[in-house]
C-alpha cells in the first residue's frame, strides 16, 4: 500500500548539513500498523512529512497505492492528502472556533461533502469516539482525551487508506492515553486502513503488528 525508497533528507543549520534521513526504506501493507520509534531528532516526523508530501525528499520516492507522491505538484499534493491520508497529531490541531461537530465536518466539506451528509457522516463517527453528546460543544471545553477523540473522528471520517499519527499519546496522561488509544486502533482496524504512528511510547508501539527504528537515518525492523 505504502513504499518508501531510498529516502534522503538534509537540512542545513548554520554552516553546517545535518542528514536526517539516509536511504530510508520500507514497505506498509494495507490495513498494517506500525510504530515508529527512534530517538529525539532522528527523523520520525520528518519521515511522516515526506510520506505525507509537506515535505520533500533530497532524493527518494514515495509511492502511495502505485502513486508517486514525490512526483505531484503542490495542487495535486493538496487535493491527494485531503483524500487519501487521516493526520492525529499529539496537539489535537482543532480549530478553536467551531464546535466538535463542525470540526469533523470540515474535511468532508474539503472533499466536496456538503449539506444533510455531511452532518450525518461527521455526527456518526462523533458517535463511533464516544462524543455523540458533544456535537456542539467548542472544542477548547473538551478535556485532552475528548479532544483527541476529535482528532480521530476527523482523520477517518472521509474513510482514508492511509493514517499517519504522530505522537498521539503524547499530550494525554497516562490513563487518559490508555482509554484513547484502543479508540484509534480499533476504528482503523475496522475500516482496513494503514496506520503509521510515530512514537516515544513503548506501550503503544507493542500495540502495532511491527515496529521500525529509526536509526542513523534507516528504517529497521526493531527488535522485540
Do not use: W
Not at 527518494?60 to 505538484?73: C, E, I, K, P, R
Not at 470540515?106 to 450525518?120: I, M, T
Not at 492515553?177 to 480499533?186: C, E, G, N, T, Y
Request: proline share 4%; charged share 25%; glycine share 8%.
Amino acid at each position: 500500500m505504502l513504499s518508501v525508497k531510498n529516502l534522503c533528507r538534509s537540512f542545513r543549520e548554520g554552516a553546517r548539513e545535518h542528514r536526517v534521513l539516509e536511504h530510508a526504506e520500507a514497505e506498509f501493507a494495507a490495513g498494517e500498523v506500525v510504530a515508529v520509534i527512534g530517538r529525539s531528532g532522528s527523523g520520525k516526523s520528518t519521515l511522516l512529512n515526506l510520506i505525507s508530501g509537506i515535505d520533500r525528499p533530497d532524493s527518494g520516492t514515495v509511492s502511495v497505492d502505485g502513486l508517486d507522491v514525490t512526483a505531484l505538484t503542490e495542487p495535486h499534493l493538496t487535493l491527494f492528502r485531503r483524500r487519501h491520508i487521516g493526520f492525529v497529531y499529539q496537539f489535537f490541531n482543532l480549530v478553536p472556533t467551531l464546535d466538535v461537530e463542525e470540526n469533523v465536518r470540515l474535511v468532508l466539506e474539503l472533499n466536496g461533502v456538503r449539506g444533510a451528509e455531511a452532518r450525518e457522516r461527521s455526527s456518526a463517527m462523533l458517535q463511533e469516539v464516544g462524543l455523540g453528546d458533544r456535537l456542539h460543544s467548542l472544542v477548547d471545553t473538551l478535556s485532552g482525551g475528548e479532544q483527541q477523540r476529535v482528532a480521530i473522528a476527523r482523520a477517518l471520517v472521509h474513510r482514508p487508506p492511509l493514517l499517519l499519527a504522530d505522537e498521539p499519546t503524547g499530550n494525554l496522561d497516562e490513563e487518559t492515553a490508555r482509554q484513547v488509544l484502543p479508540v484509534l486502533l480499533s476504528l482503523t482496524r475496522q475500516r482496513g486502513a494503514t496506520l503509521i504512528i510515530v512514537t516515544h511510547d513503548t506501550a503503544l508501539a507493542r500495540t502495532a503488528d511491527r515496529t521500525l527504528e529509526l536509526r542513523d537515518g534507516r528504517l529497521q525492523e526493531a527488535l522485540p
